[in-house]
């Protein structure tokens, strides 16, 4: 990443912590990834949720550890969203964008995680950290001496080469390294009382905060920060927002800029996607004395990815594919950290030429949706949770496939030069639709020959999970008959036991047969796990899903014994097995209350993803695309009724066609199964669990078995509007469910320290 950079990436953040508390030690691994400006979002995650708390519980104990993983992690959301991703700070240096930090969001984490320390810990006053000059470790020595007594006596214990030590340290002379203070600290003596091993941990804790503070004070721009935190306590900061600020300065810089800006200006205008062009040459000239200009001026080289940008816009209108996606590549890796939200038009650009390459530029691609999710724009669609440099475990093929069928809708045809054509099909955008099922033949003497169907698209899958959608039993039966690979599946994961359970998904609008004929033909094949497990790409089918939603306990208990997992994931926001059964176990009992709240869902961006998923591209890609949408089709009166019908229809199937006994017996065979009664969903509240869910329903008997099988009733879920933590106990309090709330009382005694019988 270029130095001159005016935003750091979060690896930098995350160093300059970890040098703070002299934690950073010898980790090359960080270095690299502190280097770039594109990088996997994986990375990222494994950092802020595994190394930094690994290492700073090691050190610092788990209160404190937690304390400053959770407010870093915040703090690198809010950054990376909120401002970098927003606001462009081409021109603006890295100092002042830094000031400008410090003096609104770094200072106010920094005060938040303090003022946090000292309500859990009985530690110094916030204020105590932010004293102007002097020696923060030496105050801290004295404050612990004042504070715990027989921490002085550990003190006087300790050799005179200790005591030298800690003398140096309290007079400023060096500050303590990590490990030293360690050593000093260590609890590892058995004779200790539980009491004298807490005091050492508390005093380690405030050690490592005051040897952080020290290091900032030694290390411009720390003196500014201390200022800042020290006036935000006591509530006489200016207040600053750090995006108005910058786009200030950046607004600054362009009103006396010279002629490189009205060029620039120029070619934004006239190379804009659906402006209608004619004089290519011109345009082309002008890129080049604007590249010129640029080049020779020190403070606008952050400024050099419009030019490429535009180029590349040019070289798209001219018909030049190859090389606009060369200068894409260039004016993404300038964009990075540097252009706000410019670099979201500049992917969703750069997206529809890499996917329209003669082959698909598939690792541009992939970088550019790690890009998509570092900065908030998207959302994760492989599921990979492993940093991975494999394409396929960043992106999914429908993605590619949306991208390359997506070029018309942000290059309209009539924004290209007089004389440029491409030739591209994109017959892929909308459903897939096959007017004459009847005339596909099956192949009795290659069984598992690879077909294509689809008039609209072609979409390629094995001959016997055609016929298994459409649901042609004697087919299917013939062809397993002549040898058929039962464990085949189609590009996107459709197998046949998928068919034939979605056949019976009483979920599905319009209705699907109910049929069972298939279902009992196929499921008496020899299954692998691997095929009970797939999973189809786009709509995230899991069979095991698709069995609860068939609303039989004897389908879920039979592919279960198939080697289904219980804990699998599926539908697009993930949901388990055990939660799904558990809404349709909430619809039944209440079926208006149900649709109520279907027809309120937040619009998450999982709804968002979902809308894209089920859409094929007609809505277009992005989520922003997603929202515009509704936008515009919300205050419909149509879509309204028609949203309403389709709940109505689904609803009313469910409830003709299964029970509620049914689907509480479905309810306890997964939870005997395995399935995990504390899983965490993200939608549609995120941390809600099957344990809380089944509190909201007021469901006593599964929740007691819930418990038996590890239920936790002292995992809590943020809620969104309030930012506190809401209990199973306030759950069950608010929905009045008073069963729950009995079998709450009569079983407390049982429940361990830790929610669990």
């Given at each position: 990443m270029p130095a001159e950079t005016p935003y750091p990436n979060p690896f930098e953040i995350i160093r300059y912590v970890l040098r703070c508390l002299d934690l950073k030690q010898s980790n090359k691994r960080l270095d690299d990834l502190a280097g770039k400006s594109i990088y996997d979002p994986r990375e990222l995650t494994r950092e802020l949720e595994q190394s930094v708390p690994s290492t700073l519980k090691k050190y610092m104990g788990p209160v404190a550890s937690d304390k400053i993983s959770t407010s870093l992690s915040t703090f690198i959301d809010c950054y990376l969203h909120d401002i970098v991703g927003k606001t462009a700070a081409d021109g603006v240096s890295r100092a002042d964008v830094l000031g400008l930090l410090i003096r609104s969001c770094i200072k106010e984490h920094l005060v938040g995680f303090v003022t946090e320390l000292n309500q859990e810990l009985k530690a110094p006053h916030p204020s105590f950290w932010f004293s102007p000059g002097g020696n923060t470790v030496g105050a801290t020595f004295a404050w612990l001496e004042e504070h715990q007594p027989d921490l002085t006596a550990y003190l006087a214990s300790l050799s005179k080469e200790n005591r030298d030590r800690i003398s140096s340290w309290r007079n400023g002379n060096e500050l303590p390294s990590a490990q030293s203070i360690q050593l000093l600290f260590s609890t590892n003596d058995p004779s200790e009382t539980c009491a004298t091993s807490r005091n050492k941990d508390f005093a380690k804790t405030l050690l490592f905060m005051a040897r952080a503070v020290d290091f900032i004070k030694r290390h411009e721009p720390g003196e500014m920060l201390i200022d800042e935190a020290r006036l935000s306590i006591w509530s006489a900061e200016e207040d600053i927002h750090p995006g108005i600020e910058i786009k200030r300065i950046r607004d600054q810089l362009l009103l006396s800029s010279g002629n490189e800006n009205q060029l620039i200006g120029k070619l934004r205008r006239v190379l804009k996607p659906n402006v209608k062009k004619s004089d290519s040459l011109d345009h082309q000239e002008t890129i080049k004395q604007s590249r010129e200009i640029i080049k020779g001026s020190s403070s606008r080289q952050s400024a050099g990815y419009w030019i490429d940008w535009l180029d590349a816009r040019w070289h798209v209108f001219s018909g030049n594919l190859a090389e606009a996606n060369r200068l894409y590549k260039e004016t993404f890796e300038k964009a990075s950290?540097?252009?706000?939200?410019?670099?979201?038009?500049?992917?969703?650009?750069?997206?529809?030429?890499?996917?329209?390459?003669?082959?698909?530029?598939?690792?541009?691609?992939?970088?550019?949706?790690?890009?998509?999710?570092?900065?908030?724009?998207?959302?994760?669609?492989?599921?990979?949770?492993?940093?991975?440099?494999?394409?396929?475990?960043?992106?999914?093929?429908?993605?590619?496939?949306?991208?390359?069928?997506?070029?018309?809708?942000?290059?309209?045809?009539?924004?290209?030069?007089?004389?440029?054509?491409?030739?591209?099909?994109?017959?892929?955008?909308?459903?897939?639709?096959?007017?004459?099922?009847?005339?596909?033949?099956?192949?009795?003497?290659?069984?598992?020959?690879?077909?294509?169907?689809?008039?609209?698209?072609?979409r390629s899958m094995p001959q016997i999970v055609w016929f298994a959608l459409d649901e042609n039993i004697e087919v299917c039966r013939k062809l397993l008959e002549k040898g058929a690979n039962i464990n085949v599946k189609s590009e996107v994961g459709d197998t046949p036991i998928l068919m034939a359970l979605e056949a019976l998904n009483l979920t599905a609008v319009p209705y699907r047969s109910l049929n069972d004929k298939l279902y009992l033909l196929l499921s008496k094949e020899r299954h692998n796990a691997e095929t009970i497990n797939t999973?189809?790409?786009?709509?995230?089918?899991?069979?095991?899903?698709?069995?609860?939603?068939?609303?039989?306990?004897?389908?879920?208990?039979?592919?279960?014994?198939?080697?289904?997992?219980?804990?699998?994931?599926?539908?697009?926001?993930?949901?388990?097995?055990?939660?799904?059964?558990?809404?349709?176990?909430?619809?039944?009992?209440?079926?208006?209350?149900?649709?109520?709240?279907?027809?309120?869902?937040?619009?998450?961006?999982?709804?968002?993803?979902?809308?894209?998923?089920?859409?094929?591209?007609?809505?277009?890609?992005t989520l922003e695309d997603q929202i515009k949408v509704l936008e515009r089709m919300g205050p419909s009166v149509l879509f309204q009724q028609t949203r309403e019908s389709h709940i109505d229809l689904m609803y009313q199937r469910i409830i003709e066609n299964t029970s509620l006994e049914e689907m509480r017996r479905i309810a306890s065979l997964l939870i005997k199964a395995g399935a995990d009664v504390n899983a965490e969903h993200r939608s549609p509240i995120n941390g809600y669990t099957p344990l809380m869910l089944a509190a909201e329903l007021d469901e006593a008997d599964l929740f007691e078995i819930m418990l038996v099988h590890g239920g936790d009733t002292a995992k809590t879920y943020i809620d969104p509007k309030s930012g506190r933590e809401i209990s199973i106990k306030e759950i069950a309090s608010y929905f009045d469910s008073r069963g729950i709330l009995l079998l709450m009382s009569r079983i407390a005694p049982t429940i361990n320290g830790k929610g669990k019988m």
């Open positions: 950290f540097v252009a706000g939200d410019n670099l979201k038009h500049i992917i969703k650009e750069a997206l529809v030429v890499a996917a329209n390459q003669s082959k698909a530029d598939a690792v541009f691609l992939k970088q550019l949706k790690w890009s998509l999710i570092n900065f908030g724009y998207d959302i994760p669609s492989a599921s990979s949770p492993k940093p991975s440099h494999k394409v396929l475990e960043t992106i999914e093929g429908w993605e590619i496939e949306q991208w390359e069928n997506a070029f018309f809708q942000v290059f309209p045809e009539e924004g290209l030069y007089p004389g440029t054509e491409f030739d591209f099909n994109d017959d892929s955008t909308g459903p897939l639709i096959l007017t004459n099922p009847e005339k596909i033949n099956p192949d009795y003497r290659y069984p598992d020959r690879t077909i294509k169907v689809g008039d609209t698209w072609k999973r189809t790409q786009k709509k995230r089918l899991l069979p095991i899903i698709s069995a609860v939603e068939t609303g039989r306990v004897e389908i879920v208990d039979k592919i279960l014994s198939m080697g289904a997992n219980p804990n699998g994931r599926g539908k697009t926001d993930e949901q388990s097995p055990l939660n799904v059964c558990l809404k349709l176990i909430g619809i039944i009992k209440n079926p208006g209350l149900s649709k109520n709240e279907q027809l309120n869902i937040p619009i998450t961006t999982e709804v968002l993803d979902s809308i894209r998923r089920y859409s094929q591209g007609s809505f277009g890609f």
